[in-house]
């Protein structure tokens, strides 16, 4: 018979919970698509589609279009870092939280 899988016990590394492991995983997953995001976008051919004389609130449009990206790479790292991030352990108590002995 199969084992319950309630049962088999959790072989996780170090010992964190699946979630912990989970989320770290599509954390690296994320991180990884947005770099090749961000060097795809930044390749010299792609890059050189934007260039030319055109003029976009008086600033060259390839100088718009590195900025938003570089702006869009931040907010992306941000979001991901945000979404990620672990949550904080409730059993532990703040120092200035513990009552004075």
């Known amino acids: 018979m199969a084992p319950d899988p309630a049962q088999i016990p959790d072989k996780s590394p170090g010992g964190a919970p699946p979630d912990?492991?989970?989320?770290?995983?599509?954390a690296?997953?994320?991180?990884?698509?947005?770099?090749?995001?961000?060097?795809?976008?930044?390749?010299?051919?792609?890059?050189?589609l934007v260039e030319g004389e055109a003029n976009l609130f008086g600033l060259p449009v390839i100088y718009l279009y590195l900025f938003a990206i570089w702006i869009a790479v931040v907010a992306l790292i941000y979001l991901i870092s945000e979404r990620f991030a672990p949550a904080p352990d409730p059993t532990?108590?703040?120092?200035?939280?513990a009552p004075d002995a």
């Open 28 to 48: 690296g997953a994320f991180s990884i698509s947005l770099f090749l995001f961000a060097a795809l976008m930044l390749l010299p051919p792609i890059v050189t």
């Open 92 to 97: 532990l108590v703040p120092e200035d939280a």
């Open 20 to 26: 912990a492991t989970g989320r770290a995983g599509r």
